[in-house]
């Protein structure tokens, strides 16, 4: 079973940026598409970007422009960079698959933006 470690989080003015991590202990199968959520405080988890094996990439409207998702499957590895952060995008971060059953998900990592 794959387990996923998300790094990178932190406390940042509005404006500015963060580049988040996500590794994952086993082998990231080009064939799985795979994506970074955030839960918001008192909200349900949303997907806020995805990445095909290909590259091929996806965003939510609230992040579109803003951030960038990429992946370096040789080294089982997930990027997410932050640009522009707005205080509505704080929460905890966390990478899985999108679609299918989901791997056992990670602790996440805090994004915390202030204004």
């Known amino acids: 079973q794959v387990q996923l470690v998300e790094s990178g989080g932190g406390l940042v003015q509005a404006g500015g940026s963060l580049r988040l991590s996500c590794t994952a202990s086993?082998?990231?199968?080009?064939?799985?598409?795979m994506g970074w959520y955030r839960q918001a405080p008192g909200k349900q988890r949303e997907l806020v970007a995805r990445?095909?094996?290909?590259?091929?990439?996806n965003y939510s409207d609230s992040v579109k422009g803003r951030f960038t998702i990429s992946r370096d499957n040789a080294k089982n590895t997930m990027y997410l960079q932050m640009s522009s952060l707005k205080p509505e995008d704080t929460g905890v971060y966390y990478c899985?698959?999108?679609?299918?059953?989901?791997?056992?998900w990670g602790q996440g990592t805090q994004v915390t933006v202030s204004s």
């Open positions: 990445i095909t094996g290909g590259g091929t990439t």
């Open positions: 086993g082998m990231l199968s080009r064939l799985i598409v």
């Open positions: 899985n698959k999108v679609g299918g059953s989901y791997y056992d």
